[in-house]
Every structure is written in C-alpha cells, then in structure tokens.
C-alpha cells in the first residue's frame, strides 16, 4: 500500500496530536476550586460517554480522515499507452496569386475542396489548419472535431484581401509551434509555390525541427491571368499583364525534407496517396507514448471508519458494554449489506476514467461500452449520450436525453441544448426548435440563439416553398377534369410528403449554413523572417 498525497500525512498529523493534547490535558476551572472526592459527591453520575472517551474518538476519526485524504491505493503499476493519433497541419495559400482560375472557380476555392475531401479519409489523423500570404493566420489547431472545422471552412470568405506574398517560412514556424509536442511533425502545403527561386532556408530550418513537407500544387504549368475586381488585369510594375504559372522550385522543399510533392488532381488520387504516405512513414516512426498509473483506491475504508467514529462521538450513546454492543450490530448489519456493491463502486472509478480517457481521445465507441457499464443516472446517462452523439448515434442519444431527469438547472439546460442538436442532426426540425426554445428559458446562450434562428430561417424558407408549390397546384387543377381531382390530390399529398422528407436531409440542411456565412475567426501569428518578395501578389 502506498499514498499519493503522503505529504498530507506529515502537514495534518502533527497539529492533531497537539490539538489532541491539549484537549486532553486541559482541567476544568471548576477543578481548581474543588478536591476530587469533593466535585465526585456533586456531580450527578453519568451513565453515558465522558469527556475524555469523546475527545478519543474524535481524535481517532480525525486520523481516520487524514490517512483517507492522504488517498491510500494499492497494486499500483504505470502503464504506457501509444496514441495512435498522427498529427498533420494543413497550409492553404491565400496570396493573391491563388485567385487565378487556371482551376475551377479559382485556386483557392480549389484548395479549400481538396481540405474538405482530406478530413472526409482522414480517421487516424489529427488536423489543424493555417492560412498563409506574407504572413500566416491560425484558422484552427490540432483537433479531431472535423464537423466543427468544415463549418469554420464553409464559413470562411475568401475574397478577404490578406497580405500579398507567400511566406512559407512562416508557415513552417507556425506548425513548430502546434507541433512542438509530437515527434512525427507532418506539413501539407496547398499552394501554386509563390514565386520564390530558393527554399534553402525553408529547407534548413525544417530539418532541424524533423518537420516532413508535402506539397499539392494547385496550378497549371500553363497559368492564368487575374482579373481585379475593377475588371482590370493584374499587371507588374511595367504595365504587362502578369500570367501566374505553377512554381515548380517548390519541389525541392517537399523532396529535401522527407515530404512528398505532387500536382492536383480532379479526384481523390493526390490526397489519398499522400495520406498514405504519412500514415505509412509514421508508422514506421514512433508512435506517441503516454504514461498512466493505475491502482486500487483504498480510501474508503478509513473514510466509513472516521465516519462512524464521528457518529458516536457526537451521539448520546450509553457506556462500554452498551457500545460494544452497537459496534457488533453495526458490524453484523454491515456483513449482511452485499458485498458486491462496496466491489463495484470502487470499480466504477476505474470506469468512469477509462470512459473519460475515450472520449478524450475520440473514441466515442469505447466510451459508450464503458459508460453503458455503469449504475443509470443522469450524469451517467448525459455522458453516454454524449458518446452516442458523438458516434453519429444519434436516434439512441435522443432516447438518453429524453429519459435524463435532473433537479440541475444547468445540466437541463445542456440537455436541451443537446437535444436540439441531436434532433437537428436526423432533420426532425420542430422538435429541434421546440428544445432550443427551452434550453434558452432557462439559459441565455448565444449558440442555442444561433441554432435556433437558423432552424426557424429554414422551416421559413420551406413553408414559402410550399406555398409556392400549392398555387401552382391550385392553378393546375382548375384546368383538369373534376372527376380526376381525388386522384391528383391523393398523388401530389404523397409527391409533398416525400419532397418534405427529402428536402430535410442533412446536406440540405448544411447548404443553409453555407449560404450564411461569417467571416471565420483568424489569429495572426508572427513570424521571425518577413516575405521579401516585392511582387504584389
């Protein structure tokens, strides 16, 4: 047996056994006054516990309560676990360069497909995502949260007119920073390669830092020219138009740094082939390594036994013989208790933080299995639901979160929140709007307020559809023969149900929340070398 927090052990028992002491020791004032024999004839005999035996049994539960928050484990072994998790930072150029429309619309919107169809493979990875010109913005670090970062690159306007240049090196910088804590450090580059002619620095300062570099070059070696929203060309400093063909130097970087370079293509082949790679070469490398310790809490035993000390020496309980004999009844009553149940709850710990270490990690299927072992209550039913929603469960989750019922005003509220959420997910969207509505009586949150007026924006929408839809209708069927009315009216209900039912689909719902864009947040990062390139694009 051991203790983890030991030093509670020499900062609490020391003043105990002085408090002790001195309670012991103390005489009464009456006692200074008066002889034994004198004050034993005066006072009245008492049948129950004295002073001195409640002082004992205070003293002892204290000590009881010492040794259980010194937190006492036995078997206790430290364990290393790899993460399988490889970390990659994903770079989009959003120089001025990368607005040809060599690539349909232009490369930049090229770019941001060819991310989106990255995190659609990417099951093993962990991905943050930087925008870069003459100097870089962190759109996201690392993260596993991919739903989250598509609607930041949904939402993200890329007719911003950031700095002109490409700085690479900064961009390099960046990732040292998000990667710092990872021995496999992956960049993927998704640029036309700027214009510049030496990457030697860029190179240097990538192996120092073991930072691998792939490129996609979204250009055509033919180029394109840029037309300016004055609907002027973008001309150099001579008056010539400027024709911006792909950088082909930027090879070396990839090459000369373990990466991977390639050209885009109209499928999935360049993604998927450098995806491979990564994993491939990671794999081969050290997988991340983490330490946990694990043990069997002890501290319930001493806990129960200060507690009942406590209990008696607070009690009016009679002498000895009357409390050996409460002591038996409560150890009889204590062996009849199942003993399975004292078993389990000190395995629920164990559980609970392996379901918490699962979900940490995403892997919300794990977490629902360890989660599901446990007792039902309502953080234990909220946690799994979590999980479940998480694991795109969703019509499970909603089954949980119905059935949650709590006197907590904030996990309602979460709840609620959640529901809304859940609902939204299987497109049942009045269900969606009655839980938000709820959720915000009790909470004044703004991302309910945003869910929620972005579902009454899409019922809104679909009423004025069928509206639209049913005066057609209305128009058509004064034209038609009356005897073959009950016939077109029973054929277009079941046409509208099932338009209802295709027009609540998921992708529709997420066409609603491109088509209502905000500017995503950017932090900029700073960098210890500027962009020297002079050309303005």
Do not use: C
């Amino acid at each position: 047996m051991s203790f983890i927090y030991y030093k509670v052990l020499f900062l609490m028992l020391i003043p105990s056994f002085l408090l002790i002491y001195l309670l012991i020791t103390k005489q009464n004032k009456i006692e200074n006054y008066f002889s034994k024999k004198a004050l034993k004839k005066l006072s009245i005999s008492n049948q129950y516990l004295s002073t001195k035996k409640r002082n004992l049994l205070l003293f002892l539960s204290l000590i009881f309560m010492i040794i259980a928050l010194a937190r006492p484990v036995s078997n206790e072994e430290t364990k290393e676990i790899e993460s399988n998790l490889i970390p990659i930072i994903i770079a989009i150029d959003v120089s001025k360069s990368m607005k040809a429309n060599d690539l349909y619309p232009n490369r930049v919107d090229f770019a941001k497909r060819k991310l989106l169809n990255i995190l659609e493979i990417s099951n093993n990875n962990t991905i943050g995502v930087i925008l870069f010109a003459k100097t870089s913005f962190l759109l996201s670090p690392l993260t596993q949260d991919f739903n989250s970062l598509k609607i930041l690159l949904n939402n993200l306007d890329t007719t911003i007119n950031f700095d002109n240049g490409t700085n690479i090196y900064s961009v390099i910088e960046t990732s040292q920073k998000l990667l710092k804590d990872y021995s496999n450090k992956n960049l993927i580059l998704l640029t036309d390669g700027g214009d510049n002619e030496d990457f030697g620095k860029e190179i240097k300062f990538a192996k120092q830092n073991s930072i691998k570099i792939y490129t996609i070059a979204l250009a055509t070696k033919e180029g394109s020219v840029i037309q300016e929203e004055n609907g002027n060309y973008l001309t150099d400093k001579k008056g010539n138009i400027v024709n911006l063909k792909l950088n082909e130097k930027i090879k070396d970087l990839s090459l000369k740094t373990d990466g991977g370079y390639i050209e885009y293509s109209l499928n999935n082949s360049d993604i998927n082939q450098i995806i491979n790679d990564i994993n491939n070469k990671s794999k081969e490398g050290k997988l991340e390594k983490k330490e946990y310790k694990t043990y069997t809490e002890l501290f319930y035993y001493p806990l129960f036994i200060a507690v009942v000390l406590l209990l008696f020496a607070f009690s009016s309980l009679p002498n000895l013989k009357n409390l050996k004999l409460s002591i038996f009844i409560i150890f009889v009553s204590f062996n009849f208790l199942k003993t399975d149940l004292l078993a389990f709850s000190i395995f629920d710990f164990k559980t609970i933080e392996e379901a918490n270490k699962a979900y940490e990690t995403g892997n919300f299927k794990k977490a629902s299995k360890e989660f599901d072992k446990l007792d039902t209550n309502e953080f234990r039913d909220y946690n799994l639901a979590n999980s479940l929603y998480k694991n795109n469960n969703f019509e499970e989750a909603i089954k949980l979160y119905e059935n949650i019922k709590t006197t907590s005003s904030d996990l309602e509220f979460k709840r609620l929140h959640n529901l809304g959420n859940s609902y939204a997910q299987i497109n049942d969207l009045n269900n969606a709007l009655k839980k938000y509505e709820e959720a915000l009586k009790l909470k004044n949150d703004s991302k309910t307020k945003d869910n929620l007026e972005l579902i009454k924006s899409i019922l809104e929408k679909k009423e004025d559809n069928q509206n639209n839809k049913s005066q057609s209708n209305q128009k058509e069927e004064k034209q038609t023969n009356p005897q073959k009315n009950n016939n077109i009216k029973k054929e277009e209900s079941e046409s509208k149900q099932s338009e209802m039912i295709q027009d609540t689909q998921e992708e529709k719902w997420l066409k609603e929340i491109e088509n209502q864009k905000t500017n995503s947040l950017l932090k900029k990062m700073e960098s210890s070398s500027e962009d020297s390139i002079i050309n303005p694009w």
